[in-house]
């Protein structure tokens, strides 16, 4: 008899819980659209989802100015992915590939050099 209602308990307490749950996940999302906040997630989200390395950062990790030729960046990156490489830095090596990369395709679109 007793295990019946604790069972009975159980499953109305559970029942009660989900209810407020979604209660209060349609509050939030009425909250959230109203605020704006949605809309600023979703354009969070699509930025990071391009993976695409802004230029300034690209020149923030091999430490070079915009001035600095294409072979002194060269020069840069192959320093730095030595010694990532040696020291086992994955992820510090696919960084300043990835700035390689973005560097690489903005002085292609600018015209200069980028024999190497």
């Known amino acids: 008899m007793a295990a019946k209602i604790l069972a009975n308990l159980i499953?109305?307490?559970?029942g009660i819980l989900a209810r407020a749950f979604v209660q209060a996940y349609r509050q939030a999302l009425a909250n959230a659209s109203k605020?704006?906040?949605?809309?600023e997630t979703i354009q969070n989200t699509v930025r990071r989802a391009s993976k695409t390395m802004a230029e300034q950062e690209a020149r923030q990790i091999l430490g070079v100015t915009e001035e600095a030729t294409w072979e002194e960046i060269l020069k840069k990156y192959d320093n730095l992915f030595e010694k990532n490489a040696q020291n086992g830095?994955?992820?510090?090596?696919?960084?300043?590939?990835?700035?390689?990369?973005?560097?690489?395709?903005?002085?292609?679109s600018e015209g200069q050099g980028t024999a190497g």
């Open 11 to 14: 499953v109305m307490g559970s």
């Open 89 to 108: 830095s994955f992820y510090l090596q696919s960084k300043v590939h990835r700035a390689k990369e973005c560097l690489e395709a903005a002085y292609q």
């Open 35 to 39: 605020s704006g906040v949605a809309q």
